[in-house]
Structure formats: structure tokens, C-alpha cells
């Protein structure tokens, strides 16, 4: 009997690990984060950076793309040409064993001849996340079925009843170290241009000037470096690339203060409010839909309306309020996966209904 069981566990620590294939968008270095995370889980990865600017593998395949578009109405044949590239690397990688699990982020980035081929090379769950609004994507709808589950994160496509839409939110990488040894006195904040964001950040810059706050404010810029200065003042940096999330998660972890400045587009909740949680930072923000998270507390977190301060001194001053232990480790990213990937044991993770 004591054989058996003794049996029985070789046999169960033998099992080899779950292997899962992960396709995102690398954006700034974020897939390696994702890759290390799951390795951190138990998970065996297989990866693909899904190309957002899709370079031609030659002049010829531009050629007749270009002829399949305009001369035969094809309007999809560039996307189909590039999941058609996708789809012989992952079938060498997979060297005809199918993976257990599949994670897809943007999935309208990906034709559906492609994403019938994972189907049909995963085992279990092959699971979708839009981690941006999903009314932006209209291509997103048709690789809807496909998914055994498909995940939003913003609580306005919950509205979207026909499709079987599941809620979620973004997360933190819980495999990085939360020490704070080097902490600054400042204020902190990473973000692309975008036009109806820019007159909040500078507000907030320019009331920062005046209290003599210390500001780490980067903008990525991708238009005439001359004209930076039209919308922003001279305490917000002007950053050509993107810095990468090791070096973002490096800089949250030094910063007093994580300042998020919401695209007006979205309610869902950005991975900044996530990390704040993480690392126990206090959280500026202009998503007023965050008051209705179970995390939400007023000494941590100050919903800013864009134009007023009054109240947020005050707010400096008070200490951060401790998060129960459970309702921190629902978002880390350890319990995110076991949810969307449907593996037991895991808490659930919810939207709230939202109000506009």
C-alpha cells in the first residue's frame, strides 16, 4: 500500500507542467514580463509577439497582398498573410504536441484562419483578454466564438449582452520584488500623447511647479518635437521610445506617488491602479469609476477631477490605509491566470456596474 502511494507521487511529480501558448502585442517589453510570470506559476511557454506595425517578409508577398486588395477586394489579405507567418512558427515550435491552454491579448490582430488552428492545437481552455475597449475593434466581434472564454476588462462592454463576454480586470505582476528601499518624494507617470489626457497632465504639472512637487512625468511623442511644448510644461519629460515595464516597475517602485490620467475612452481600470496596489503607493486618478472596487479607499487612492486640488493635500498627508490581505492577492496576476484559464483553486474577479 505504501508502495503505491509512493508510486502514485513519483508519478504525480513527474507530471510534467502545463504548457501554454501566449500571443500579445509586445508592447515595451511587456510579453517577457508575461513569459516570467507564467514560468513563475509552473507553466511551460510558447510565445509570439504579435506585430501591431506588420513589416512585409519581402517585396513580392507586398505585391500580392497589395493585389489581393485592391484588385480582389481582400481587405483582410495583409492580416491573413501575417497569422499566416504566425501560424508556420508556432507549428514548428509546437513540434506536433498540442499546448494544454492558450492566452490570446487583441485578438482582432489575428486572422481566423489562424485562430481555428490554435483551436485546434490546444487541449483545454483557449481564452481571450481585450485589454483595451472593445468597441474600438470592430474585428474583435467575429473572433469572439472561438474562444472558450473571452475576458473585457472595461465594465461598459458588459452592456454588449449578446456575446458571451466575461469580466475581469488588468493586474500585477506578482513575481517581481515589492521592496521600496529607494523611495523618492515624487510624483510619477508614464503615458503615450493622447489629446483629450493633455490638459489634465499639464494641470497637474504646472500645480506641481507652484508646491514645489517633484515630477517624473514621461509622454512618448511620436509628432514634431517642436510642438511637445504647445501642450505640455517644462517639468514633463519628452521621451522619443517607450521605456520598457521592467525599467516602468523599476521607477513605480522608487516614486512616492503613481498619477494616472485616464483616456476618456475607457472605464476599465489601468495596470498603473494595479501596481499601485502592489507596492502600496498612494494612486492620483481622473477614472472615477474606481470608488466602486473593493480596494478603493480614500486615503489611498484621490479621484481627481482634472481642474480642482482642493482636498489633495490633505490627502498627501494622510498615511496609506493597509488593504486586506485577500482582497490584494484576487488582483495579483497568479490568481488572474487560475481565473481565466478556469484552474481551481482561484477568487473570482468582478466588474462593478458602472456609472457614466
Not at 507549428?91 to 487583441?106: C, E, F, H, M, T
Not at 499639464?202 to 509628432?223: D, T
Not at 496596489?277 to 486618478?285: A, D, E, P, R, S
Request: proline share 6%; aromatic share 16%.
Amino acid at each position: 500500500y505504501l508502495g503505491a502511494i509512493k508510486m502514485e507521487q513519483l508519478e504525480y511529480q513527474a507530471a510534467p507542467p502545463p504548457r501554454i501558448y501566449l500571443a500579445l502585442p509586445n508592447i515595451s517589453g511587456i510579453t517577457e514580463l508575461f513569459i516570467q510570470n507564467l514560468q513563475h506559476h509552473g507553466f511551460d511557454v510558447i510565445s509570439t509577439d504579435i506585430a501591431m506595425q506588420f513589416s512585409y517578409p519581402s517585396f513580392s508577398a507586398r505585391l500580392q497582398t497589395k493585389y489581393c486588395q485592391l484588385l480582389l477586394g481582400e481587405r483582410d489579405a495583409k492580416l491573413r498573410l501575417q497569422s499566416k507567418i504566425i501560424q508556420q512558427e508556432l507549428s514548428a515550435q509546437l513540434n506536433g504536441q498540442p499546448v494544454d491552454y492558450a492566452l490570446i491579448i487583441r485578438s482582432d490582430l489575428l486572422h481566423p484562419e489562424l485562430l481555428t488552428f490554435i483551436r485546434r492545437n490546444t487541449r483545454h481552455t483557449m481564452v481571450a483578454y481585450q485589454w483595451d475597449g472593445i468597441q474600438r475593434y470592430p474585428n474583435i466581434w467575429r473572433t469572439i466564438p472561438y474562444f472558450d472564454r473571452f475576458f473585457i476588462f472595461d465594465p461598459a462592454d458588459l452592456a454588449y449582452q449578446q456575446y458571451p463576454l466575461l469580466p475581469t480586470t488588468n493586474f500585477y505582476f506578482d513575481h517581481l520584488p515589492t521592496d521600496n528601499t529607494n523611495t523618492n518624494n515624487n510624483f510619477y507617470f508614464l503615458g503615450f500623447h493622447n489629446d483629450d489626457r493633455a490638459a489634465g497632465i499639464s494641470n497637474f504639472a504646472r500645480y506641481a511647479k507652484q508646491q514645489g512637487w517633484q515630477l517624473n512625468f514621461n509622454i512618448l511623442w511620436n509628432q514634431e518635437p517642436s510642438k511637445f511644448h504647445n501642450f505640455y510644461p517644462e517639468n514633463v519629460n519628452f521621451i522619443t521610445s517607450a521605456i520598457s515595464f521592467d525599467e516602468n516597475q523599476v521607477n513605480i517602485r522608487n516614486s512616492k506617488i503613481l498619477v494616472d490620467f485616464v483616456i476618456q475612452a475607457h472605464h476599465g481600470l489601468s495596470f498603473r491602479t494595479f501596481e499601485a496596489l502592489h507596492y502600496q503607493k498612494k494612486l492620483i486618478t481622473t477614472n472615477t469609476q474606481i470608488r466602486y472596487y473593493d480596494f478603493y479607499h480614500p486615503d489611498n487612492i484621490f479621484i481627481w477631477d482634472g481642474l480642482s486640488f482642493d482636498g489633495i493635500t490633505d490627502f498627501l498627508k494622510q498615511p496609506y490605509y493597509e488593504i486586506d490581505t485577500p482582497i490584494k492577492e484576487r488582483y495579483s496576476f497568479g490568481n488572474w491566470i487560475r481565473y481565466i484559464l478556469d484552474i481551481p483553486p482561484y477568487d473570482p474577479i468582478s466588474l462593478p456596474k458602472i456609472t457614466i
